[in-house]
């Protein structure tokens, strides 16, 4: 996978208006792991893509009403098949995070890159799912090394508010997957 200012090369995009830029346009150094599925434990549908522009139907589906109005984005969302499709990109501030509190620094949306998997806490989420995320991973540290070192779920920078990606992301897998990828291409 390649970047060119700032979006993955190839991949579905959907620009979100819902970004702005970095403080100092500090450089991302933090990866941010959640999950989403519209409505919630359905996938495949419209609906994501749709509340990240701001498009949202809050009629389409009872659950809607009450985020329609949200304006809220993530850099990428990986589906359940393996599709990448990216919102923002990466050197900008995209809106995922919230109130969050990593290492002792407060708003992470300031610093961090936010990953979508499409799913739930509970349902394990497929292999298609972990080898992209793994292959989007591998292509941040090579621009922002200091991600290799900072990378968390989003239930761990707002545990009071929030359970995603939930006990269904295997973080082993995914770390180790991870090493693998860069010793291998250190060699
Ligand atoms: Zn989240």
């Not at 991949?11 to 409505?39: A, W």
């Not at 509190?101 to 708003?107: A, D, I, P, T, V």
Request: with cysteine.
């Amino acid at each position: 996978m390649q970047l060119k200012d700032g979006w993955l090369v190839g991949v579905k995009q959907v620009p979100s208006p819902h970004f702005d830029c970095r403080p100092e346009d500090e450089t991302p150094s933090l990866l941010v792991v959640h999950n989403i599925s519209l409505p919630p434990g359905e996938f495949g549908g419209p609906w994501i893509d749709a509340l990240f522009s701001g498009t949202l139907d809050a009629t389409a589906h009872p659950y809607f009403a009450g985020i329609a109005h949200l304006r809220v984005s993530a850099h990428c969302l990986i589906r359940r098949d393996g599709k990448i499709v990216q919102y923002v990109p990466f050197d900008k501030r995209a809106w995922h995070a919230g109130i969050s509190l990593y290492q002792g620094r407060e708003r992470c949306n300031d610093f961090s890159i936010g990953i979508e998997l499409e799913g739930t806490d509970t349902l394990p989420y497929t292999d298609a799912q972990y080898q992209q995320l793994t292959a989007i991973t591998e292509t941040l540290i090579q621009a922002y090394p200091s991600i290799a070192d900072n990378m968390t779920g989003h239930c761990d920078i707002a545990p009071d508010r929030k359970t995603d990606p939930g006990p269904a992301f295997d973080w082993s897998r995914f770390r180790q997957a991870v090493e693998v990828t860069s010793n291998k291409e250190n060699k």
